[in-house]
């Protein structure tokens, strides 16, 4: 029996010592090595993410539930177990309590992500792209809970936008109703994941992490609701997928989503997994290309944040 005294927020060793003396950390979520890549890539990727943060002089803290201990920073076994264990839940903030009861392992998405990074004193946080609002939302209500959590959680993420897959006018229209501020980095147009733009306007354009940091001390100077940044960072243009070729296979991938009722938590990641194949592997590289730009910038952004 656990009892109370036992923590079920773990931070490494190393991640405990970094947030101590404030220097910078970012965390990294594990949904997209266990289910939004395939193997063995997603192992190298993990390894290659949390040395794009340490090459930046950060320090990385790839989040994932273990055993149902939240685990914030992995070694090198846990980082594999969440690259390679079969029958690893994909778990929701809302899983998080069960998972701990259970004992449970899984990873964690954006949403859970987070949520944990935030307990744990983490401000920033990179991913590939945010759940939204799916296309069809009007008839199946899905709207991932990723755009719940930022609506109340006080997080910096930077993320190429939302996934393709969704409907990004929708998805934008409810980040602005639930209050959640969105800078474009370098861009006036909001990022299309694979995509170096998905040809909606936004607001705010910041060029500098430094910006981004200034952000963030305005949001706590300002107070109120703990409502999350999102800075949005577009793939470069050269290594986008070719839009014609999205268009196309995400045309085919949704259908057979249609076809074979994939619903709820699988349906993400069966379209990222419908497009790899679809695009002869296209789409992932442009998705890691993503990843790893938005590695780089919050490791910055955590440096301006730490002065
Ligand atoms: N970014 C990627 N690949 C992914 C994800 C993000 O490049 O697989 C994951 C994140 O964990 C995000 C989840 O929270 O997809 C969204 O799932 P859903 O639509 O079921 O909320
Ligand atoms: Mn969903």
């Not at 193997?39 to 794009?52: D, G």
């Not at 790839?62 to 839940?89: F, H, Q």
């Not at 759940?131 to 209500?141: D, I, L, S």
């Not at 997080?155 to 929708?170: E, N, R």
Request: hydrophobic content about 45%; glycine content about 10%.
């Amino acid at each position: 029996m656990r009892t109370t005294a036992d923590p079920i927020l773990q931070p490494s060793d190393e991640v405990s010592a970094a947030l101590a003396d404030g220097s910078p950390v970012v965390a990294l979520e594990s949904t997209i090595i266990s289910h939004g890549l395939p193997q063995p890539r997603n192992l190298e990727v993990a390894r290659e993410l949390e040395a794009v943060v340490r090459d930046a002089g950060a320090v990385p803290a790839t989040i994932a539930v273990l055993d149902g201990i939240a685990k914030i920073g992995l070694n090198e076994v846990e980082l594999e177990r969440i690259a390679t264990e079969s029958g690893l839940r994909k778990l929701g903030q809302r899983d998080l309590p069960v998972a701990a009861a259970l004992k449970a392992s899984g990873a964690t998405t954006v949403s859970a992500t987070s949520f944990l990074a935030a307990r744990a004193g983490i401000r920033i946080f990179a991913t590939g792209g945010l759940g939204g609002v799916h296309r069809g939302w009007t008839v199946e209500q899905d709207e991932s809970a990723d755009l719940d959590t930022l609506a109340r959680t006080r997080i910096t993420i930077v993320c190429a936008g939302v996934k393709s897959i969704l409907d990004v006018p929708s998805t934008l229209q409810r980040l602005e109703t639930r209050g959640v501020t969105v800078a474009g980095y370098r861009t006036d147009t909001f990022p299309g994941f694979y995509l170096h733009t998905s040809g909606e306007p936004i607001d705010w354009r910041i060029d500098a992490p430094e910006q981004a940091a200034a952000i963030m001390r305005g949001q706590d100077a300002f107070g109120g609701p703990e409502t999350a940044l999102i800075v949005a960072n577009p793939v470069p243009e050269d290594q986008q997928l070719d839009p014609a070729l999205h268009d196309r296979v995400l045309g085919e991938a949704l259908a057979a989503a249609d076809r074979e009722n994939v619903t709820g938590q699988a349906i993400t990641p069966f379209l990222l997994d419908y497009l790899v194949r679809g695009t002869g592997g296209a789409s992932l590289e442009a998705n890691l290309a993503a990843v790893r730009g938005n590695v780089a910038l919050a490791s910055r952004i955590a440096l301006a944040w730490a002065q």
